[in-house]
């Protein structure tokens, strides 16, 4: 046997010792391989891809209005994926992806040697496949144990997906900060457009996310998130997907980031509030994650033209009623200079309303105001921009109200476009237009700004009607035998004590003006409060009480005296532009609904409003021929009465609807119609109180509503309704009149009815009636 030379041996024994290592490591690894690879969670959830998908909530024309759920997401197709953003993620994390089979060894390698070299943070080397694996099959622990799964899942996953289905399922599963889960649904919230619109600066920057979403996050870590993009556009530079000149100009690129959330089409959170309770309360399993979609019955440019409408009604009024200085004051000490980059983080906490823009103050005289606008513009303000604002500038305004260094205040555009000084109001406001056809509303605007106040005034406000209740006590009576020619007082009335039980009541007219006798329809354009108190004392309090039930009001809220002459009673705009409707539609109660439709991811319809439309007998509430007279005084108001400014600004003649104004200015209204939409607005505080002295319905609710129709009615042609049978004419013009033909024998001539009033009955008090 030949010896082995003793040098060889030093050699050979390690050698021979690492090889048995090595098998039995392989051993090993095949042992666990066999044994774990089986065990492996099932693919089910990849090849089945179900992700929790929000509720969404549309307007009926398809445009987006509202999103809930935990996590915000859009799915989208591996083919819909514009290259460059594919081009972006591969340079940012897995530019070998299309080359390995789910481990990058060479990746490993490469950040193995930079670990070494660098010495400092940390690289990794996951591959996009390893990434899914975690994100759906295992936690973000940081053992052996998971890394070894997590390399068999990667293998399992290659096997089983094409490369193209991984990538899909990465794009859309992705956490990538604030709640956006996948690149669409980050296109969208970050940059507010969808992903096929984004540019080479904006892809780089959503790529750049999936390293660390908190701190690459463009919204909360801005310099950060700007340093990521750098280096994502640099490799794509490196990798060829973009030119010099492409990386250049996406360098300079200036990126415009969404710091709002709810950046949608149109402002219409409370009907996707109310779509979302409705939705919630139907299908109260998965309503959240099923990726639900709710249809409205709204339409984006008539909602669109309520909201404006409604916030230009809000401040008209409230500029009316003086500037109330400063919102709040800001703690400067530690300010450095104008251009501070603390200021504009203290303002990012200082939510924006609509277009009313927070801004600090840094200096403030009698000549010019300097501020520094959130977003970091600092606006110099002189002349009419801060004449709103002049009389907290002198040094007698109250200390905590002038305006001065640190004071923070509103910024509003005027109409050329140029920042003005403005201010948060502290009236509320509602707005709501429906289809008197079938009851589906249109508009909603449940308040100036839903994130400072939920609280919905179309269908929680109880109010008082003031005047704009008087068409229903008009409409009994037409039930009693009295026409719009009926001749009733115009002068005062006292109510004695005897009758009362209580105390004498004196009521009087809004104006303090009174006119002797005059025609019903003359009372009702004037909004004469002696002539609605005698025509209820003629028909009895409670009659007027159930007949005013027919339009959808509750009795209850409605009592039995002669208090309801005046709207003393409460309702909820809803209620008002329900009971518009049936005079609108010729004497139908529809029932008002926000929902058309709900489905399912697959577009498959789970529920649909059953609405019945006007012209069906089963909803008819009040004589067609009622509805007709109704009408005719209606528009009287809109052209001749308190509201005659409608029919002026809209160039109409076919409007038609009734001011209001409660007792003290508190609650001011106005509701009307044309005949293919009907709408009601109100204008108040939460806290009754007076709005202030001719603070009227005609005054400050009434623009609201004209507003909203000048779009509404754009292309609707001039109609009017036709007299239904059973009615006599006479009279020519203005003076034209009707009356039921059966009254007609009992009815005097309107020669009889301008000599004297028509004698009334003894007054129904089965209460005391309340101021």
């Not at 509202?66 to 197709?77: C, I, K, Q």
């Not at 555009?413 to 109001?425: A, M, R």
């Not at 109704?630 to 160039?651: E, H, P, Q």
């Not at 059973?726 to 005097?748: F, M, P, Q, T, V």
Request: glycine content about 8%.
């Amino acid at each position: 046997m030949l010896s082995t030379h003793p040098t060889l041996r030093l050699i050979l024994y390690p050698v021979i010792f690492l090889i048995g290592l090595l098998a039995m490591g392989v051993a090993m690894a095949l042992i666990v391989l066999v044994l774990a690879y089986p065990n492996l969670p099932s693919l089910e959830v990849l090849t089945d891809y179900r992700p929790k998908i929000p509720l969404r909530v549309y307007t009926a024309d398809g445009f987006l209005i509202g999103e809930y759920g935990e996590e915000r997401r859009a799915v989208v197709a591996i083919k819909d994926v514009p290259p460059i953003m594919k081009q972006a993620i591969l340079a940012a994390e897995d530019d070998r992806f299309y080359q390995h089979g789910g481990i990058d060894y060479t990746g490993i390698l490469r950040a193995a040697g930079a670990n070494l070299l660098g010495g400092g943070k940390r690289q990794g080397a996951s591959t996009i496949t390893q990434q899914v694996a975690r994100n759906f099959f295992l936690t973000g622990e940081k053992t052996y144990t998971r890394k070894l799964y997590e390399a068999l899942l990667s293998f399992k996953i290659e096997s089983n997906l094409t490369k193209d289905q991984i990538f899909e399922l990465y794009i859309n599963q992705i956490f990538l900060g604030q709640r956006a889960y996948g690149f669409a649904a980050a296109a969208q919230i970050y940059f507010g457009k969808p992903l096929k619109d984004i540019s080479i600066a904006e892809a780089a920057m959503l790529a750049g996310l999936p390293k660390a979403p908190s701190a690459y996050n463009p919204v909360v870590n801005p310099t950060r998130a700007r340093l990521r993009q750098q280096y994502v556009l640099r490799r794509m530079h490196e990798l060829g997907h973009i030119s010099e000149a492409q990386h250049a100009a996406a360098l300079k690129e200036p990126l415009i980031v969404k710091r709002e959330l709810a950046g949608y089409a149109v402002h219409a959170e409370y009907v996707a509030e109310m779509a979302r309770q409705i939705t919630a309360e139907r299908f109260p399993e998965e309503v959240y994650s099923r990726g639900m979609k709710v249809y409205t019955t709204l339409i984006k440019a008539e909602q669109e033209a309520a909201y404006n409408s409604l916030r230009k009604g809000v401040m008209d009024y409230d500029r009316r009623h003086g500037y109330r200085g400063a919102e709040s004051y800001l703690d400067m000490k530690d300010i450095k200079s104008d251009q501070d980059e603390a200021i504009d983080e203290a303002l990012q906490d200082i939510p924006d309303t609509g277009d009313l823009i927070p801004a600090l103050v840094l200096s403030a005289d009698l000549k010019q105001i300097k501020v520094y606008r959130k977003g970091g513009e600092i606006v110099t303000l002189t002349g009419d921009a801060m004449k709103f604002a002049a009389k907290m500038l002198d040094e007698k305004a109250p200390p905590n109200k002038r305006l001065k260094r640190s004071a923070i205040v509103r910024l509003q555009k005027d109409d050329k476009g140029n920042w003005q000084i403005s201010q948060l109001p502290e009236v509320e406001s509602a707005f709501v237009a429906v289809d008197p056809k079938d009851g589906s509303i249109r508009a909603l605007v449940g308040g100036f700004d839903f994130n400072r106040n939920k609280f919905n005034h179309v269908t929680q406000a109880w109010r008082q009607p003031g005047s704009s209740f008087k068409p229903f006590i008009y409409s009994a009576s037409l039930e009693k035998g009295f026409s719009p020619s009926s001749v009733i007082a115009d002068e005062p009335i006292v109510i004695p004590a005897s009758q009362t039980g209580t105390q004498a009541w004196e009521p009087h007219n809004y104006d303090g003006k009174y006119e002797g006798p005059m025609k019903m329809r003359t009372a009702l354009a004037k909004s004469k409060n002696m002539v609605s108190i005698r025509i209820l004392q003629a028909i009895g309090t409670n009659y007027a009480q159930d007949y005013a039930g027919r339009f959808g009001f509750d009795p209850a809220k409605h009592p039995p005296y002669l208090t309801m002459a005046l709207g003393a009673g409460s309702v909820t705009p809803w209620q008002m532009v329900t009971a518009y409707s049936v005079f609108a539609n010729g004497g139908f109660k529809v029932n008002p609904f926000v929902v058309r439709e709900i489905r399912d991811e697959r577009e498959q319809v789970l529920a649909r409003s059953a609405e019945i439309e006007a012209g069906s007998d089963t909803i008819r509430v009040i004589d067609p021929r009622n509805a007709f007279m109704m009408d005719t005084m209606l528009r009287d108001v809109a052209i001749y009465g308190t509201a005659a400014k409608a029919s002026a600004i809209l160039k109409r003649q076919d409007l038609a609807g009734k001011t209001g104004t409660t007792n003290e200015y508190v609650d001011a209204w106005f509701c009307g119609y044309q005949m293919t939409v009907a709408g009601c607005a109100w204008i108040g505080f939460d806290q009754p109180r007076k709005l202030g002295d001719k603070e009227t319905g005609g005054t400050a609710a009434l623009p609201i509503w004209i507003g909203y129709m000048a779009r509404a009615l754009k292309d609707v042609p001039m109609q009017v309704p036709q007299a239904p049978e059973g009615l006599i004419a006479y009279g020519e013009g203005r003076d034209r009149s009707y009356i039921y033909a059966e009254n007609a024998a009992k009815e005097r001539t309107p020669e009889e009815e301008s000599q004297e009033a028509t004698p009334l009955p003894k007054p129904d008090l089965s209460a005391p009636p309340s101021d």
